[in-house]
T-cell receptor, first 113, second 116 residues
Framework: QKEVEQNSGPLSVPEGAIASLNCTYS??????FFWYRQYSGKSPELIMF????GDKEDGRFTAQLNKASQYVSLLIRDSQPSDSATYLC?????????????FGKGTHLIIQP | GAVVSQHPSWVICKSGTSVKIECRSL??????MFWYRQFPKQSLMLMAT?????????EQGVEKDKFLINHASLTLSTLTVTSAHPEDSSFYIC????????????FGPGTRLLVL
């Protein structure tokens, strides 16, 4: 059974600080890793994907992947109140969007003005 | 680009009725679409993979005769919840595999189903 674990939070971070979100996964064969943001009552929107070990940066967001530790993280720099949402970590056994995604339960992030 | 729509966005029905939800890729062709379900305060759970022109593949524990999926064209997949019951009330979200060369799935806005 493929599992993706996240701390449900809430994680409270002051505006302008760095928010750090973590995720672990159980299936060593997982190939693709995604971070989605979900506002209450809305569907998920993609923030970033990462396939290789190391860091990947996109604007204020940095995804980090460590396959040996089966660990994925998302850093949000200069956090804004609009970043307040639930962040979902998702994993795929295959590359890209070829297979359905296994999601974690999400971390509720609150950015305090 | 890569916009996915769903219709309806909200549906309320009586127990025992069937409900059809449409998922459309508006500006690209999607040979593969996925259907997810999300209960309150839970994560998205993959229900089935919908492939154009062939039978859908269902995840373990999802009844294929209750959740009928039809992917008749490259831009449309439908999910029919047959004989819906209150426990089927949920947020149903579809996604479409991105066009070749793009490594992700794009999600529709979701359909909230309430069965009375």
């Amino acid at each position: 059974q493929k599992e993706v674990e996240q701390n449900s939070g809430p994680l409270s971070v002051p505006e302008g600080a760095i928010a750090s979100l973590n995720c672990t996964y159980s299936d060593r064969g997982s190939q693709s890793f995604f971070w989605y943001r979900q506002y209450s009552g809305k569907s998920p929107e993609l923030i970033m994907f990462i396939y290789s070990n190391g860091d990947k940066e996109d604007g204020r967001f940095t995804a980090q992947l460590n396959k040996a530790s089966q660990y994925v993280s998302l850093l949000i720099r200069d956090s804004q109140p609009s970043d307040s949402a639930t962040y979902l970590c998702a994993v795929s056994y295959s590359g890209g969007g070829a297979d359905g995604l296994t999601f974690g339960k999400g971390t509720h992030l609150i950015i305090q003005p | 680009g890569a916009v996915v729509s769903q219709h309806p966005s909200w549906v309320i029905c009586k127990s025992g009725t069937s409900v059809k939800i449409e998922c459309r890729s508006l500006d690209f062709q999607a040979t593969t679409m996925f259907w997810y379900r999300q209960f309150p305060k839970q994560s998205l759970m993959l229900m089935a993979t919908s492939n154009e022109g062939s039978k859908a593949t269902y995840e373990q524990g999802v009844e294929k005769d209750k959740f009928l999926i039809n992917h008749a064209s490259l831009t449309l997949s439908t999910l029919t919840v047959t004989s819906a019951h209150p426990e089927d009330s949920s947020f149903y979200i579809c996604s479409a595999r991105a066009p070749s060369g793009r490594e992700t799935q794009y999600f529709g806005p979701g359909t909230r189903l309430l069965v009375l």
